[in-house]
């Protein structure tokens, strides 16, 4: 079994940064890969980023390359989502979400165990 927890998020002016935090119990995040996704008020749920470590692989949405990075902590069983350069654009919920196996996708309807989310709002 795993359990995703969200946190991190908060309010912060245009240009300013935020981490997002999702810790996990039960296996490590070695086993599974990893995704971010967001939801907006009033829009649809839209991927943010993924990382698959046993795959070797990450990659992110074009909105947020170069500004966003996923990273984890081993240790503490902590998958990070690194914002820099925040935009109003990128106020959302944010969501962690996961799935055993090594191929990364983009699809929500991919991915099963999600946490409860954390909400970002950027100020113009």
């Known amino acids: 079994q795993v359990r995703l927890v969200e946190s991190g998020g908060g309010l912060v002016q245009t240009g300013g940064s935020l981490r997002l935090s999702c810790a996990a119990s039960g296996r490590s995040f070695g086993s599974y890969v990893v995704a971010w996704f967001r939801q907006a008020p009033g829009k649809e749920r839209e991927f943010v980023g993924a990382a698959s470590w046993s795959g070797n692989t990450t990659t992110y949405t074009d909105s947020v390359k170069g500004r966003f990075t996923i990273s984890r902590d081993n240790v503490k069983n902590t998958v990070y989502l690194q914002m820099n350069s925040l935009k109003p654009e990128d106020t959302a919920v944010y969501y962690c979400?996961?799935?055993?196996?090594?191929?990364?996708?983009?699809?929500?309807?991919?991915?099963?165990?999600w946490g409860e989310g954390t909400l970002v709002t950027v100020s113009s």
């Open positions: 979400t996961a799935k055993s196996g090594n191929y990364v996708s983009r699809d929500a309807a991919r991915y099963y165990f």
